[in-house]
């Protein structure tokens, strides 16, 4: 009968932290895990993660809660709890009685007689039992929203990051195209250029500086959160008992640990009107007809950029790269030499890529890099980000609205990009890899 009772309690504890289960999960695989120590072990949702026991990847990261056995843990639990109840050291010294009600004013263990007593009558009592399973679902109640803190704040460290790192290389970018449009332009308009580039680098210091200091504001912040969610965890698994008289202040800390949350920097910078530019560009304007076909969407995107969605696409979970559907349109005619300007409207939607692309790129088997030469809006995690392909970076500037300007100089190499209604330069692509006929293309699904 012991050894029945060994192995059926075997089944109840977690591989990971060899206590019994808290919150339960079972993964597709089969094996199950505490939550917490689910977490704690697999915390990033958008890295593929692999059982530690089959070595099988799991499928998802949203897990419900394995009721059965959640309650086989339970009754486990209560025979534990009554077994210290009725032993020698838990009696009364005044009655000879079994402690088995808890006073939460108190926080202490006492006889029902010690209760009911004058000195404790007026105290909040309950049976140690439901006092103990209230307090570890108050628990688990707080370790989940504690763990959207973490992952919400652990996703903006990783793109602050990425923004902290590439920074100073877009700001470098950024007054090279300011420069070559100001190349085109008469020399009078020197004044202009050196201002333009003095508040650059200005406002590209003081946004670099704020970067450094929010990278390691959510840096710490993680710790922390991480620390207070283990502290959490540990207190859950506590036998009923020693949690009751152990509990203290713990949830009023873990709340304390959520009060302030680091928000990402607004790492935008002030647009660049230059004068002329658009005067310029107007010189070489065509006119343009777009024409339907379809590709998948996944084709732009590569690196830190996957994850963002252009067009019909769908970004699925985020460990897995679904190839959905996306609508494109492209110009009949071809550009093998000279200068060409166009317009498209985008209106106020905010998923979409345009610009040039080699002529019949998937007959030719043109590297994807050489291929397209585009500025991209896409939706992720609820905020708007701008990119260009080619080479593939987010452009940190304001989502454009209305109609986006194209300039194309195939001799020079360059794609250049403006927002037409603000008359400001977004970007240039330099140094293009133009192999062959270049088309104008746009990909969007709402055109």
Request: with cysteine.
């Amino acid at each position: 009968m012991d050894r029945i009772l060994q192995v059926f309690q075997k089944e109840l504890i977690c591989s990971i932290c060899r206590n019994y289960f808290i919150d339960p999960i079972t993964i597709n695989c089969g094996h199950s895990f505490c939550r917490p120590c689910f977490n704690l072990n697999w915390p990033n949702r958008s890295v593929l993660a692999y059982c530690s026991e089959c070595r099988k990847a799991i499928q998802k990261r949203e897990f419900h809660t394995n009721v059965t056995l959640k309650e086989m843990v339970l009754i486990v639990r209560q025979a534990s709890l009554w077994q210290f109840l009725r032993s020698r050291n838990n009696r009364c010294r005044i009655h000879m009685e079994a402690r088995q009600i808890f006073c939460e004013d108190q926080r202490s263990l006492f006889c029902l007689h010690c209760s009911t007593s004058q000195q404790h009558g007026a105290h909040r009592h309950g049976s140690v039992e439901e006092a103990a399973e209230q307090l570890r679902e108050k628990l688990l109640k707080t370790m989940c929203s504690l763990w959207e803190k973490y992952y919400e704040n652990d996703r903006n460290l990783k793109v602050e990051t990425i923004t902290y790192r590439t920074w100073e290389v877009y700001v470098t970018s950024k007054g090279e195209a300011i420069r070559a449009e100001y190349d085109q332009l008469p020399p009078f308009l020197y004044l202009n250029e050196h201002h333009h580039l003095e508040r650059l680098q200005r406002e590209g210091k003081e946004i670099f500086d704020q970067l450094r200091d929010s990278v390691a504001r959510m840096a710490n912040k993680r710790e922390l959160l991480r620390v207070m969610y283990t502290e959490l965890k540990e207190m859950c698994h506590k036998p009923d008992v020693e949690l009751l008289l152990d509990f203290g202040d713990i949830l009023n800390r873990s709340e304390a640990v959520c009060v302030y949350m680091p928000q990402p920097v607004k790492a935008e910078l002030t647009a660049v009107t230059i004068p002329g530019m658009m005067t310029r560009f107007n010189l070489f304007k065509v006119n343009i007809t777009l024409q339907h076909r379809s590709t998948p969407d996944h084709v732009f995107l590569q690196g830190d950029l996957i994850n963002l969605r252009v067009g019909c696409g769908s970004q699925g979970a985020p460990y897995t790269s679904p190839l959905a559907e996306c609508f494109y349109h492209w110009d009949a005619q071809t550009f093998t030499t000279g200068r060409h300007y166009w317009e498209i409207a985008v209106g106020d939607t905010c998923d979409w890529a345009l610009g040039v692309s080699c002529n019949d790129w998937v007959q030719e088997n043109v590297h994807l890099h050489k291929a397209f030469y585009l500025l991209g809006c896409a939706e992720t995690d609820m905020h708007h980000k701008v990119f260009t392909t080619s080479p593939h970076l987010l452009q940190y500037v304001p989502r454009p609205t209305g109609r986006v300007g194209i300039f194309l100089d195939y001799e020079g190499r360059s794609v250049t990009f403006v927002n037409v209604a603000k008359r400001t330069l977004i970007c240039r692509i330099d140094f293009c890899s133009f192999s062959s006929h270049l088309r104008p293309i746009l990909c969007c699904s709402h055109f």
